[in-house]
Structure formats: structure tokens, C-alpha cells
């Protein structure tokens, strides 16, 4: 019932999710210390995926074994996902001869920008440690900017940081760095990245569901950055949505509680009805489930591994990256005029000022949409 009731009420994003979970699980029950919490939140960070989501599948893990981690994730993942597949059928019922829709969206995608931009802010903090993962950083930036494959540059920044660091530490005589991350398979070309997809000639349910799982398998950097991978395939490498499609799919994926991951749910329906929109959530949500059963053991070992830090940290950076790139290609879409300037600027004042629930800035931004069609304008 916890994670259920968190799934239906958790808005705010990843935060906000993580705040909830430790003012229930710490404070009110007593399940966990404020020690047993945070290894496990650095735990949830050491693997791609949803963070908030993969930290409720730990506590339910520690909670009750395999059961525990299969109860807590679907009560957590599932208020959502219905609540997006609902507004989803409306969407492809009504939304394209509503009237008023354009309006709504007029004024959303500035303040999804917006969002977008607070997050770059945020993780921009934590990421850029360094001079080295600040040079690491814009190369990324540049190399996706310029068509580089995001997984090739994900992992190539890892590998960079983890060489790097290395490298010095040999020359000034310290410990080497040992080198855990050989084995990993490194996706360094756009055929050897995208081998689970490349069975797609068509938006069908088994192609869409490959692509939703190989992301759910890779991302790591939060939700935020999952925008970056939907526009790489769905929009520029498939074409099976636009991008007008795809800012919808974020609007809504936060206007509603829960994983901003049920954006997939959303993107599913649109591509292939209510089958559509379970197969794409379950793909994108379950390599979480696979992964945090499985590397619980390990985690302890993996935090004190001089690489497997510096893989970690050159992994954020180049998520910072990509989520950088695919704000200013989206914002060219969504701010085009003095009012939808305004409405971005606004936003984020009252985002980084403020620190209001961006659940209620998208509902402001189309009630402001609505309210200038009304006028005229």
C-alpha cells in the first residue's frame, strides 16, 4: 500500500520521489536507518534506470525478497502508467480537432523547456566535479550535437574519465586505477548500438518494445535525459512520431505522478493503441527490475572501486550533455515568440526561486495557453 499510495501522489520528479520515499520508509516506519537509505540511493545511482523507481525496488527488495521488489515496483509504476495510457487515448480520440489543444501546447512547451533547463541546472552541480569532466562534457556536447551516437558517447566519456584518471594517478605514483570496465561491451558504432533495434522497418509492438528495453537498459543521468534518447530514435532515426509528438509525450509524462519513464507509456499508445502502451512500459521499466535484483551483492564493492567511480562520473557528465543538446534542439521548436520567451523565463524564475512543483508550472503554462486563445492572441 506505501508504494501504491506514493505512485498515485509522488510528483515533483526523482526528488520529490526520494523525499517521499525517505519521510515514509526512515522517519514515519522505521524500516531503514538514514545510513541503510542512502547505500541504497547510491546504490540505485550505480545502475542505469529510473533512480526513484530502482530505489523503491531496493526498499522492497530489503523488505521482502524478489516478492517485495515485484510488489513495490508495480504499485509504484502502475498509478502512472494509467493515468498517461487514459490521457493518451483522449489524446488520439480528441486532441488533434480540439480547438483548444494547440493552445494547451502553446503554452506547455515553454515550460517544459524550462524544466528541462532547472534540470541541467541541477545535475550540472553534481556532475561537473572537475575541470577534466567540464572538458569532458562539452566534447560530448559536440560530438552528439554533430550526429555521434548517444550510447557511444555515454560510454566513450566513462571510459575517457576512467583512462584519464589512470593515467594519473600512474604518473604521480599512486595507485593504479584497476581496470573493472574492460569486459563491459562497448557500443562505439551505430550498428553494434543499436543491434537490438535493427530489426525495426516499422513501428510494431516487438521492434518499439526492443528499442523501449535497450533504453531502459542503458540510460543512465535520470529522466530528464530519456528525452535525449526518444527524439534520437523514435523522431530522427525512425521517424514513427514527431517531435511535436514527443514534447506531448514529456508534458505529460510530468503533469503526471510517478517515473517520468511512463512517457513511454504514452509514446506506446500513440505508436500501437493500449497493447502499444503496456508492451513499451513494461520494456523500458524492466531491465530496472533485472538489474537492481541482481547487483545488490555487488554494490558494495562497486562504490569503493576507484574505476567504477570515475566510469560513474564521466557517465553523468555526458548525460548532462545529451540532456544540453536536446533542450536547445527542442527549444528552437517550442520558443519561437516574445510570449513563449516570456513563459520560459517565467517558469524558470519561479522553478530555481520558488522551487515549485513543476507539475503545477505545466498546469499554469496551459491555462496561460488557453487564457491567450481566449483573448485573441
Not at 142 to 157: R, T
Amino acid at each position: 500500500m506505501l508504494f501504491l499510495k506514493l505512485g498515485t501522489t509522488a510528483f515533483g520528479g526523482p526528488a520529490g520521489h526520494l523525499g517521499m520515499m525517505e519521510d515514509e520508509v526512515v522517519r514515519r516506519r522505521g524500516w531503514l536507518t538514514h545510513e541503510q537509505f542512502l547505500d541504497l540511493l547510491g546504490a540505485s545511482t550505480l545502475i542505469p534506470g529510473p533512480t526513484s523507481t530502482e530505489m523503491a525496488l531496493h526498499i522492497g527488495f530489503r523488505r521482502a525478497g524478489l516478492a517485495g521488489l515485484l510488489v513495490a515496483g508495480v504499485c509504484f509504476i502502475l498509478p502512472a502508467a494509467v493515468m498517461v495510457g487514459a490521457i493518451a487515448f483522449a489524446y488520439m480520440r480528441w486532441g488533434g480537432r480540439v480547438p483548444q489543444a494547440g493552445a494547451v501546447l502553446y503554452g506547455i512547451k515553454p515550460v517544459v523547456i524550462a524544466v528541462l533547463i532547472q534540470a541541467m541546472y541541477r545535475l550540472g552541480r553534481a556532475a561537473l566535479k572537475s575541470w577534466l569532466l567540464a572538458v569532458v562534457g562539452a566534447g560530448a556536447a559536440a560530438a552528439n550535437f554533430f550526429g555521434a551516437n548517444e550510447l557511444a558517447v555515454l560510454f566513450g566519456a566513462g571510459i575517457l574519465v576512467v583512462l584519464v584518471r589512470a593515467i594519473t594517478a600512474r604518473r604521480r605514483g599512486g595507485a593504479r586505477v584497476p581496470m573493472l570496465l574492460a569486459p563491459l561491451p562497448l557500443p562505439l558504432g551505430k550498428t553494434s548500438s543499436f543491434a537490438l533495434a535493427s530489426v525495426a522497418g516499422g513501428a510494431g509492438l516487438w521492434s518499439m518494445s526492443l528499442i523501449f528495453l535497450k533504453i531502459g537498459a542503458v540510460l543512465f543521468g535520470g529522466g530528464y535525459v530519456l528525452v535525449a534518447f526518444l527524439r534520437a530514435d523514435f523522431v530522427n532515426r525512425y521517424g514513427w512520431i514527431t517531435e511535436g509528438q514527443l514534447f506531448d509525450a514529456v508534458a505529460v509524462g510530468q503533469f503526471t505522478p510517478g517515473p517520468l519513464f511512463t512517457t513511454a507509456t504514452f509514446i506506446g499508445y500513440v505508436l500501437g493503441g493500449p497493447w502499444g502502451a503496456v508492451a513499451a512500459t513494461v520494456a523500458i521499466f524492466l531491465p530496472g527490475f533485472v538489474l537492481v535484483a541482481i547487483s545488490g551483492p555487488f554494490i558494495p564493492r562497486l562504490r569503493k572501486s576507484p574505476a567504477a567511480g570515475a566510469f560513474l562520473d564521466g557517465l553523468n557528465v555526458a548525460a548532462l550533455a545529451l540532456l544540453a543538446v536536446v533542450s536547445w534542439q527542442l527549444g528552437r521548436a517550442a520558443i519561437f515568440d516574445v510570449r513563449t520567451i516570456v513563459i520560459c523565463v517565467a517558469a524558470l524564475a519561479v522553478l530555481l526561486i520558488l522551487r515549485i512543483n513543476s507539475a503545477w508550472l505545466v498546469l499554469a503554462g496551459a491555462v496561460v495557453g488557453l487564457a491567450m486563445r481566449a483573448g485573441g492572441g
